[in-house]
């Protein structure tokens, strides 16, 4: 990717996650969250793991590997799926 320019390095992660069982509406709940950023050219940071340093985050100015943990998990890709999918589990199992 060394010869890929800003404006086509963009990158995007997204979890989905899945109900599936009995007293599930339908037989199956789905919910999808999502993060969108960009590939950096070089490597930011020290934090984290994996693809952490080289994606970046415009609207944090930074990439994943400069966040705190408490800041990756309120933009995660995981942390929105489930966090949509809180109220599905609130109403089936809130008996």
Same mark, same amino acid.
């Given at each position: 990717?060394?010869?890929v320019?800003? %404006? +086509?390095?963009? #990158?995007?992660?997204? #979890? ?17 969250? #999502? ?20 994606? %970046? ?8 590997? +400069?966040?705190?943990? #408490?800041?990756?998990?309120?933009i ?14 609130k ?5």
């Amino acid at each position: 990717m060394l010869d890929v320019p800003g %404006w +086509q390095r963009s #990158a995007r992660f997204v #979890a989905v996650i899945a109900l599936a069982g009995p007293g599930v509406p339908d037989g199956l709940v789905t919910s999808e969250g #999502a993060i969108e950023g960009a590939i950096t050219h070089e490597p930011i940071g020290h934090d984290g793991f994996g693809y952490d340093p080289v994606f %970046w985050i415009p609207r944090c100015a930074k990439t994943t590997a +400069q966040m705190s943990a #408490a800041e990756k998990d309120a933009i995660s890709h995981r942390g929105r799926a489930l966090r949509r999918m809180s109220g599905t589990f609130k109403v089936l199992f809130s008996s």
